[in-house]
């Protein structure tokens, strides 16, 4: 028998329940309103009888006496097949069934489509053992295969009894019978739920990552890369261009699905998003982005609870299509509206405040929903994967403010956004002396990227970030003794840093060719970048110094826009290398290279 409560206090969203029974942390209950709407809620604190409930909706019209159910579990999301392309809120309402132009308060939509029949091919066979996790069946959704799965929340060993032979079935037939080792049978369709606030365990073992993840841009794969199943996130002021970024990284990454969580932006944002997605074209497939993209929107205007319940929604259907060995990207944008909304319901809770008021286990929260990322080994051999970038927004840029610091703890990359890189339009503005990469370090990945790159990889991202550290020092120097202050090689090594930031660390994600680099193009540009850098340059003074290396940067970046080794591509490269031969301090070994040439 459910338990059933009445309301005896409220602050808005915040509603404390005298209950008649025992309730659950964080279990799901509904107030009744007298008009018979029901408001989904979740408990959040309990003291004896008095619980308090965060209500995932408007609490106008809300008063004591109102009656609340409790459901006897927690916040669900629905798993199956029809998730792809799908646009959800932050309780998985599908967004395109509503009735109006707003999501009316207390309904609540399907996420599937119950009537849609999805063509079926069976995997397992009479006879299998299986366990939470494993295939049974197959489906294909959207080109991408869809498995059939044993439900997370089965324990032990199931023998398969019965299944469904190849079909078209709908999301809720059965499709096989699973027996446990006590000889009762077991149903499985289609679909299943799983609480969002729990990770989904069923892989044998979560290694370091160590894969390179290429996204095509070239400041985060040769500066600060990111690999399949790490952590990263991009923090930044308003106008650093955090949206375009992620955008670019949705859209060129190595991802078999996609999840957008548009967590407490801006409408305007979001609705830029809903439009954009569905007309951008797959790189990979040739396709339609939207084809294995999920988004999960929950504007700055909804409800602050459901706020915090979208990141841990799409966190969850990630988990879900990572146990089917697939490679998932999940982008949130921003968890500092996450952050803020765990401070507004810590504070009214009354709860004792950490820095800038945020709660004081702000920085286990953030820790502990970013360690369900990951790269795994299912228990079937095979590998799945979650890759998971966050946005952060400081308020005024500043990134020693709480939600930018602990975050910093936790994620393997930090990829720091800098107004000044913006304001001068050097796009992406990735900082390129503050932002890291924790995964060069790992001596996995060394291995790796030494194999699926070159030898001497690690070697040129190493020169090129102490290259770009030298250029700063000497710009201040520039700054505060002027051009003829300093020596004409300190102008040389400004300017072979400024080569480095125009033609690697700068990218144009509106051009159809600069917006995606692939390695190889990468790799290429990156070896001859660096050989000129270390070429011993002969100069007069520091104004010749500046005009070379200009009409040397626009020729590499015509390079950049220019289809990868087509004839433009080479007449730009051959243009360079002449350019450098002429400025060659040996000039022996510059009429070699002609001969040679």
Not at 161 to 166: A, D, R, V
Not at 353 to 382: C, E, Q, W
Not at 458 to 477: C, N, P, Y
């Amino acid at each position: 028998m459910k338990t059933t409560g009445k309301v005896v206090g409220l602050v808005s969203n915040l509603v404390t329940v005298e209950v008649d029974g025992p309730v659950a942390q964080n279990e799901i209950c509904f107030v009744i309103l007298d008009d018979g709407s029901e408001l989904m809620s979740e408990v959040i604190k309990i003291e004896g009888i008095l619980v308090d409930v965060q209500v995932y909706e408007s609490t106008r019209g809300l008063k004591i006496g109102d009656q609340v159910r409790f459901e006897q579990h927690m916040l669900e999301v629905t798993l199956g097949p029809g998730l792809l392309s799908k646009n959800f809120d932050g309780l998985q309402n599908d967004l395109d069934k509503m009735t109006g132009l707003f999501l009316k308060r207390g309904e609540y939509t399907d996420p599937l489509d119950r009537d849609k029949k999805w063509d079926y091919e069976p995997t397992a066979k009479v006879g299998d053992t299986v366990e939470a996790g494993s295939w049974i069946g197959l489906v294909e959704e959207n080109h991408q295969p869809h498995r059939i799965m044993v439900p997370f929340t089965f324990k032990g060993i199931y023998t398969v009894k019965k299944l469904t032979p190849k079909g078209q079935y709908t999301v809720d037939e059965e499709m096989a019978v699973l027996t446990d080792e006590s000889g009762v049978d077991h149903s499985i369709t289609m679909t299943q739920k799983w609480p969002v606030r729990q990770s989904v365990p069923c892989y044998v073992d979560k290694p370091r990552p160590f894969k390179l993840l290429e996204t095509g841009i070239r400041c985060i794969d040769i500066s600060n890369p990111m690999v399949e199943g790490g952590t990263g996130f991009i923090p930044g002021a308003f106008g650093t261009g955090k949206t375009v970024l992620q955008h670019a990284i949705s859209e060129q990454a190595e991802a078999d699905i996609v999840i957008m969580a548009a967590c407490g932006e801006r409408a305007n944002e979001v609705v830029e998003i809903f439009k954009e997605f569905p007309e951008l074209e797959d790189p990979h497939t040739g396709r339609k982005l939207m084809e294995r993209t999920i988004i999960i929107a929950n504007t700055s205007n909804m409800p602050v609870s459901a706020r915090e319940a979208s990141v841990y929604t799409a966190m969850t259907i990630a988990e879900y299509y990572r146990t089917m060995g697939l490679k998932v990207l999940l982008m949130a944008d921003s968890t500092s509206r996450w952050a803020q909304a765990l401070r507004e319901m810590s504070n009214r809770m009354e709860e004792l405040p950490g820095p800038d008021a945020f709660p004081m286990d702000l920085s286990a929260t953030i820790s502990a929903f970013y360690a369900r990322a990951g790269y795994v080994h299912l228990k079937n051999g095979k590998t799945g994967s979650i890759t998971f970038i966050g946005t952060v927004s400081p308020a005024g840029g500043n990134l020693k403010e709480p939600v930018t610091e602990n975050t910093q703890k936790v994620a393997r990359c930090f990829y720091a956004l800098q107004q000044d890189r913006a304001d001068k339009k050097r796009y992406p503005a990735v900082n390129p002396i503050d932002s890291y990469s924790k995964y060069l370090e790992y001596p996995e990945f060394q291995k790796y990227v030494a194999e699926a790159a070159s030898p001497d990889w690690l070697e040129m991202v190493g020169q090129i970030k102490q290259r770009m550290r030298q250029g700063l020092e000497i710009a201040e120097q520039i700054n505060i003794l002027g051009d003829d202050g300093v020596p004409v090689d300190y102008h040389v090594t400004f300017w072979k840093s400024e080569l480095i930031d125009f033609v690697i660390l700068q990218q144009d994600a509106f051009d159809a060719i600069d917006a995606m680099c692939p390695l190889e193009r990468q790799q290429e540009m990156l070896a001859l970048v660096i050989d000129i850098c270390e070429s011993d340059l002969a100069f007069e003074d520091f104004n010749e110094v500046s005009v070379f290396f200009k009409e040397l940067i626009n020729e590499l970046r015509q390079m950049n826009y220019s289809e990868f080794r087509s004839e433009d591509y080479n007449k730009y490269r051959e243009r360079a290398k002449k350019m450098v031969m002429t400025r060659l301090a040996d000039k022996s070994r510059a009429v070699q290279e002609t001969a040679n040439a």
